[in-house]
């Protein structure tokens, strides 16, 4: 079955400094997997995904996800966090066997809070 | 761009009441989703559709219903709303079609049963 594990509930960081949001996935076949962002009161705004290839991937607002294969990982990152990075952030997988649903498992969310 | 629509932000309904939420999409997508999401819950999937007519069971279907009639419009359904109800609702759409993979969602509506 397919399932992701955000295991901080909370991420606190000052503005400046690096962020990591961690994201853990269990899924048969190869993963898809996504990253989402939800402003207060807003819809998911997708931020990036790994589907193959390079397993350093690149998205909006200069966040980045690195996947890791033996680690069953998919961990968020931004070298420098804003103030305005304060978000509800998901990490979602999809199963990659040729499934044409393409539903999503999403995990419970970490909150995201950067202080000037 | 995508852009899915939901009828409304905010709503405010009785216990017992039928409830009626609107999704629409606009870029022609096959597939369209409506997920619950509680704080500590994250999303759960309620309901979902491959095409017109045609509905799957999510996680959480009990208590809800939903109807595809056009390939736009997925709506979500509370029989008899109730209290336990109360949560925020979004629906998503994605295509089958390309390698684009990410689902598109709408704004989210904000239920309250009282």
């Known amino acids: 079955a397919q399932s992701v594990a955000q295991p901080e509930d909370q991420v606190n960081v000052a503005e400046g400094n690096p962020l990591t949001v961690k994201c853990t996935y269990s899924?048969?076949?190869?993963?898809?997997l996504f990253w989402y962002v939800q402003y207060p009161n807003r819809g998911l705004q997708f931020l990036l995904k790994y589907i193959t290839g390079d397993n350093l991937v690149k998205g909006s607002y200069g966040f980045e996800a690195e996947f890791n294969k033996s680690q069953t990982s998919f961990h968020l990152k931004k070298p420098s966090a804003l103030v305005s990075d304060s978000a509800l952030y998901f990490c979602?997988?999809?199963?990659?066997?040729?499934?044409?649903?393409?539903?999503?498992?999403f995990g419970r969310g970490t909150q995201l809070t950067v202080w000037p | 761009d995508v852009k899915v629509t939901q009828s409304s932000r905010y709503l405010v309904k009785r216990t017992g009441e039928k409830v009626f939420l609107e999704c629409v999409q606009d870029?022609?997508?096959?597939?369209m989703f409506w997920y619950r999401q509680d704080p500590g819950l994250g999303l759960r999937l309620i309901y979902f559709?491959?095409?017109?007519?045609?509905?799957e069971k999510g996680d959480i279907p009990e208590g809800y219903s939903v109807s595809r009639e056009k390939k736009e419009r997925f709506s979500l359904i509370l029989e008899s709303a109730s209290t336990n109800q109360t949560s925020m609702y979004l629906c998503a759409s994605i295509t089958r079609q390309g390698k684009s993979y990410e689902q598109y969602f709408g704004p989210g509506t904000r239920l309250t049963v009282t």
């Open positions: 870029m022609d997508h096959e597939n």
């Open positions: 559709s491959y095409d017109v007519k045609m509905k």
């Open positions: 979602a997988v999809r199963d990659g066997r040729g499934s044409t649903l393409g539903r999503l498992y």
């Open positions: 899924v048969s076949g190869n993963p898809y």
